[in-house]
């Protein structure tokens, strides 16, 4: 496995161009089940989650072909890719696929909606948490659909068509949300969704739907109205800067110091954690351009934080600020709220010489003088990136393992970083 070199102490100075986001790009590749035209998506960041859920795709019958690369433009350049599903050829989605990402359980939606059945594979335990897709199964049963569990898979049949209704989920969805707009756009009558999630990557599937001729209005609110009808059809779609991203290379530069544009990215989609920034003593400016984020010479000031749903401080980047606290001058408390056992980084930051005491959902931080360098080992996606933090501001060197966990989520990072002066390469496997 390929792993990540990291020499620390250097200062961010310069541009980092700002990918599409994963979390908004998988909804609307999934969404383009729901059609026999063609959906256009552009700004698809190369990552390994999408890359993984065009092969589910493909196995569901949709043709994909990506637009070659224009002249000039490097890796950090989104993709155009065309997803057409003429016809569903396999209303199957497989454990061995749905296991490997659990977004690709969403496939369930259209295929209900579509064919009027789905069989597809519950997607299983996860690092951070179980994660259950009950709300999302409520969802659809309200709808109509009928839903049996059957060797580890949800059977899911709608002989009549799906119809609408009032779902009221219990607690904000992310998930539940995504399969009820995209189920609910081809069902019968009129559906209202009460305590919707109103992140910025439900909003993104909702343009989309729309564009695609779905009647959907509220999308961004807790309540959302959506009114069905027969069939949709393509359409092209941008897809919007990763919110998350923005914010982890947010927090790397305040952790080390500089000045960087964080070209592309949209404050309004992240204010929350650039509000805990300014806190810290960060200095944060929109822009025509994107956000420009710097400090120099401030000390890193301890900020207590929660997190909480959209528009509150987001689970995406707990991991990521608790680096940035390792080295506040004092003490800051950090609760999760949104999933158990996300903490798994905590010990891996120790290995920096962080001081960081569990506490229950939260972790009581004790900001040090200095970290430095140790090999480490990523456990998931965002804990990684938090190493990648620590690692930017540590004396000396840090070996990051398991690099296969950022690549699922952050498009051409080392060369970002290099080209704002971090000393940061990959080491191919073997190498």
Same mark, same amino acid.
């Given at each position: ?32 089940? +729901? ?12 990552? !390994? ?6 092969? /589910?795709?493909?196995?569901?019958? !949709?043709?994909? *072909? ?36 659990? %977004? ?32 999302? +199964? ?15 898979? !949800?059977?899911?049949?709608? $002989? ?7 779902? &009221? ?12 707009? #995209? ?42 109205? /959506? ?18 991203? %923005? ?7 305040? #952790? ?23 806190? *810290? ?5 929109? &822009? ?5 984020? *710097?400090?120099?010479?401030?000390? /890193? ?20 600020? #608790? ?38 959902? *939260? ?5 040090? $003088? ?51 002066? %971090? ?9």
């Amino acid at each position: 496995m390929d792993r990540i070199r990291i020499v620390g102490g250097a200062k961010l100075n310069g541009t980092i161009p700002i990918s599409g986001a994963k979390n908004a790009a998988l909804p609307l590749m999934i969404a383009s089940l +729901l059609t026999d035209r063609t959906v256009t998506l552009e700004n698809l960041p190369r990552l !390994a989650d999408v890359s993984l859920l065009v092969r /589910i795709l493909s196995n569901q019958g !949709a043709d994909y *072909s990506i637009d070659g690369r224009r002249q000039g433009e490097g890796r950090e350049a989104g993709q155009t890719v065309h997803m057409t599903a003429r016809e569903i050829v396999d209303t199957t989605a497989p454990y061995e696929l749905v296991s490997r990402m659990r %977004a690709s359980f969403w496939v369930i939606a259209p295929l209900l909606a579509r064919c009027g059945e789905a069989r597809v594979s519950l997607p299983g335990g996860c690092a951070i948490g179980t994660r259950p897709v009950d709300l999302l +199964l409520m969802a659809l049963e309200k709808l109509g659909g009928q839903i049996e569990i059957e060797g580890g898979y !949800a059977v899911a049949k709608a $002989p009549k068509g799906l119809r609408g209704a009032e779902i &009221t989920f219990p607690k904000v969805t992310v998930g539940g949300t995504h399969v009820a707009l #995209m189920a609910a756009a081809l069902a019968q009558g009129t559906t209202v969704l009460h305590n919707a999630a109103r992140e910025p990557e439900v909003i993104d599937l909702a343009e989309l739907l729309n564009k695609m001729g779905a009647k959907i209005t509220g999308a961004g609110q807790s309540t959302v109205e /959506i009114t069905g009808v027969a069939r949709l059809n393509g359409a092209k779609h941008r897809v919007l800067p990763d919110r998350i991203e %923005a914010g982890t290379y947010a927090m790397a530069v305040a #952790m080390t110091g500089g000045d960087v544009l964080l070209e592309g990215a949209q404050a309004h989609d992240f204010q929350a954690a650039l509000d805990v920034l300014v806190q *810290s003593g960060a200095h944060v400016e929109s &822009t025509n351009e994107g956000v420009r984020v *710097s400090r120099n010479g401030g000390p /890193i000031l301890p900020v207590d934080v929660e997190t909480a749903p959209f528009p509150a401080f987001p689970t995406d980047l707990q991991a990521q600020f #608790m680096a940035l606290m390792t080295r506040a001058n004092g003490v800051s408390r950090i609760t999760e709220t949104i999933f158990e056992n996300r903490f798994m980084h905590v010990q891996e930051l120790a290995r920096f010489g962080a001081r960081i005491k569990l506490d229950g959902d *939260s972790a009581v931080v004790e900001g040090v $003088p200095v970290l430095k360098g140790a090999p480490v080992m990523a456990t998931d996606l965002r804990a990684s990136a938090s190493l990648v933090i620590a690692a930017l501001a540590a004396e000396g060197e840090t070996m990051i393992q398991r690099v296969y966990h950022l690549d699922r989520g952050f498009e051409a990072l080392e060369r970002k970083l290099s080209l704002c002066g %971090a000393e940061v390469e990959r080491i191919s496997a073997g190498g």
